[in-house]
């Protein structure tokens, strides 16, 4: 079965890419030194220093082999500007008390400050793909059902 694709933005892309960078060298860098640093002061049995120094290091590890795997099998490309929802649009809609919000439809990897993110995967943004301006979307979420009203749809431009 073949790997599913993470759809990356340009900017996404480089952010990953350096925070990997950033691990593989000066992180790990970092962690062999608080953990030389521990067992300088003896017996590692009772000591909590090296055992958080191995617990950061065991979960840095696995945050590289997260970006690893998100690289290797990202699809970097900027989306279509067709007024269409999709991954890489922003929209902008209106909720049922008249609040206007704008939602990044993108896998959560994209998450961008400022913005609102809405996961292709996640109910909303499953709702959201496809629509159009003027469209009403309804979606299930925990707390009961939400309908919103798309007014605009654009593509990010980072």
């Given amino acids: 079965m073949p790997e599913a694709k993470t759809w990356l933005t340009p900017a996404a892309l480089e ?9 593989t060298t000066t992180g790990r860098e970092e962690i062999e030194r608080r953990i030389a640093e521990a067992r300088s ?65 993108a896998p959560s990897e994209n998450k961008l400050p400022g913005l609102l ?16 301006a003027g469209d009403s979307v309804t979606y299930e979420a925990p707390g009961g059902t939400f309908t919103y009203k798309v007014t605009n749809v654009r593509v990010y431009e980072g």
């Avoid at 952010?15 to 691990?23: N, S, V």
């Fill in 41 to 105: 002061h003896g017996d590692l049995r009772e000591n909590a220093e090296y055992d958080t120094a191995k617990n950061d290091q065991g979960l840095m590890e696995a945050r590289i082999r997260q970006i690893r795997h998100i690289l290797d099998n990202a699809v970097v490309r900027e989306a279509d500007d067709n007024g269409i929802v999709g991954v890489g649009s922003i929209a902008t809609v209106v909720d049922e008390d008249g609040d206007e919000m704008e939602f990044f439809v």
């Fill in 15 to 23: 952010k990953l890419q350096a925070e990997f960078d950033h691990l």
């Fill in 117 to 132: 993110l809405a996961s292709p995967d996640s109910p909303l943004g499953a709702a959201l793909m496809g629509a159009t």
